[in-house]
């Protein structure tokens, strides 16, 4: 009888070490996961910032119009506001 006792407990620390295994496998896809989601979103404020900037050294006269439209169309693009075919 102890020895069903102990092959009982035996399996019981077998399958909480499956568990924690699995568990610590599930953290770390997870971790991955949102690791290369934050490289893939772009500083949306940072770039509406240079977005601004820009415009107000085109108002200004500063900033030639093929250099404006070149600038424009780069942060249009990383904001995913226009397609880089355009």
Do not use: N, W
């Amino acid at each position: 009888m102890a020895q069903r006792g102990r092959e009982g407990m035996a399996k019981r620390a077998r399958e909480r070490a499956r568990q924690e295994r699995q568990e610590a496998k599930r953290l770390r896809r997870q971790a991955r996961t949102e690791t290369a989601a934050d490289r893939d979103v772009p500083d949306e404020a940072a770039l509406m910032e240079e977005f601004r900037v820009l415009s107000e050294r085109r108002a200004a006269g500063t900033v030639s119009e093929d250099t404006y439209a070149a600038e424009h169309h780069r942060i249009f693009v990383e904001l995913g506001i226009e397609s880089d075919e355009e």
